[in-house]
């Protein structure tokens, strides 16, 4: 909730809060200060659990990395400004199908992977590094 003579960057209707920030800079004068985020507990747990055993680090990572990839879907939907219906539509697959992978990416087969960006309008690039 907001008070007299404050905005939520979200009423511009928007995702994209350097766009946000821009337009109240613009029209407000008002200037944007990023705050500085120290280290959560979890964060600070998850980095002793890491330093202290390989497994739970290889496992971490690996599921970031799949996470990583849903995400990464997601962010591409949203920036074409497609629902999840759209790139199910020309799947012919379900929302749920979409829901899935951009949600649970885990194992997903580069086809399907393929396929999904291509709905979106985008280019996969793959590399080995």
């Not at 766009?19 to 990023?34: C, D, K, L, S, V």
């Not at 747990?45 to 202290?52: M, S, T, V």
């Not at 995400?71 to 829901?99: D, Y």
């Amino acid at each position: 909730m907001t008070t007299h003579g404050e905005f939520n960057w979200n009423e511009l209707q928007t995702r994209n809060a350097n766009t946000a920030i821009a337009f109240y800079q613009e029209t407000t004068g008002w200037q944007f200060r990023a705050k500085e985020f120290k280290m959560s507990d979890l964060q600070k747990y998850i980095a002793k659990r890491k330093a202290r055993d390989p497994e739970f680090a290889k496992d971490y990572e690996r599921g970031y990395k799949e996470f990583k990839i849903g995400v990464m879907l997601k962010m591409a939907s949203e920036e074409a400004g497609l629902t999840q219906e759209e790139p199910a539509e020309k799947l012919q697959t379900e929302k749920s199908a979409i829901s899935r992978i951009e949600n649970h990416a885990k194992d997903i087969k580069l086809s399907t992977l393929e396929n999904s960006v291509q709905a979106l309008g985008k280019k996969l690039r793959l590399e080995v590094a």
